[in-house]
């Protein structure tokens, strides 16, 4: 009697050996290291702080779940918290439309022809690729009550200068002047943005007879005003993470005027070692990015204008 040796390969396998065989499976190895530091980096800690927001978490200790008390005493009986998010939320307010206005507006300026122009633009950028620390000393020099450089040249014209750091008034200022120094990724994508805009369009703009100022209202802004979304979003997540410049600068003071959510959150991790609750603040921060980002997207449909959505509106 004959015996087959006809071997019985499972479904399963037989597409596996399929999918390696006509190179399918490739591009999808080429994205697992990404894959992997998706789930272990971001997702993974993301999940785990969800978790741990629920517990009495000590850094060395017992650890003990608490349910909502977290949350509760965070609204309820933690005056920091409510003081540090009014810090934050009047920073914000400040550097927000700054840091939009002064980026659009460097890169109109390296919009032009000019002679140095990538030099310029070199410039520009360096001090956003500047170490967080590095920046907050240098600034800590220049606005140093004693021997600061600001105060230097204010004196030579003849104004004398606040104790900047120092002062309740002036040191959320200084924070938000030191913050607004490296803004040239911004700056580049504005300048992306307007190298975008077809010169058609102001070149029929001033057919019509408008001069620059309408040009720049009806023309540069609604063509740009995507890009305008965009970097509205990422500068008010920004400003809600501020950290470093206050941390290295004030530390927080004079008398709390600098003490941001950010700063709170750090402290309560890793200076009172309670992981839990700062695992609660920092959800909470992230409620209020995610509310006030789509705040804005629903506010975008009035003033943000993309060009293939009205040529679909016409057909």
Same mark, same amino acid.
């Given at each position: ?6 071997? $019985?390969?499972?479904?399963? @396998? ?11 499976? $490739?591009?999808?190895?080429? $994205? ?6 998706? &789930?272990?980096? %971001? ?15 000590? $850094? ?27 810090? %934050? ?5 400040? &550097? ?8 659009? @507006? ?15 633009? %070199? ?47 002036? @040191? ?54 995507p890009t305008i979304l965009f970097n509205l979003i990422t500068t008010i997540i920004v400003a ?17 005027? %600098? ?12 200076? &009172? ?43």
């Amino acid at each position: 009697m004959a015996t087959s040796d006809t071997t $019985i390969v499972p479904p399963s @396998a037989g597409k596996r050996n399929r999918l390696f065989r006509r190179g399918r499976a $490739i591009p999808y190895l080429f $994205i697992l290291p990404w894959i992997i530091g998706l &789930f272990a980096f %971001t997702l993974g800690p993301l999940i785990f702080s969800l978790i741990i927001s629920f517990f009495d978490w000590p $850094i060395v200790g017992e650890v003990t779940f608490v349910g909502f008390r977290n949350y509760i005493e965070m609204f309820t009986q933690d005056s920091m918290f409510w003081s540090s998010l009014w810090v %934050t939320v009047k920073f914000a307010a400040l &550097f927000v439309p700054l840091n939009i206005i002064i980026a659009l @507006a460097l890169a109109m300026m390296l919009n032009v022809n000019m002679r140095g122009k990538a030099i310029f633009r %070199t410039i520009f950028y360096m001090p956003s690729v500047i170490s967080g620390v590095a920046l907050a000393m240098i600034w800590a020099w220049v606005f140093s009550g004693e021997y600061g450089i600001l105060n230097y040249f204010l004196s030579l014209l003849g104004m004398e200068g606040p104790d900047w750091l120092n002062s309740t008034t002036w @040191a959320p200022v200084a924070i938000v002047i030191a913050s607004l120094w490296g803004q040239g990724t911004m700056m580049l994508i504005f300048l992306a943005g307007l190298k975008n805009i077809p010169k058609e369009l102001y070149e029929a703009a001033s057919i019509d007879g408008a001069d620059k100022l309408k040009q720049f209202l009806k023309v540069t802004l609604p063509m740009l005003s995507p890009t305008i979304l965009f970097n509205l979003i990422t500068t008010i997540i920004v400003a809600f993470q501020q950290l470093t410049l206050a941390l290295v600068l004030t530390g927080g003071g004079p008398m709390r005027s %600098t003490y941001f959510y950010a700063m709170y959150m750090y402290e309560n991790a890793f200076k &009172f070692s309670k992981m839990g609750y700062a695992s609660a603040n920092a959800w909470f921060m992230f409620l209020i990015v995610l509310t006030l980002t789509m705040l804005v997207f629903k506010s975008s449909s009035m003033w943000v204008y993309y060009e293939g959505e009205m040529k679909a509106k016409r057909k």
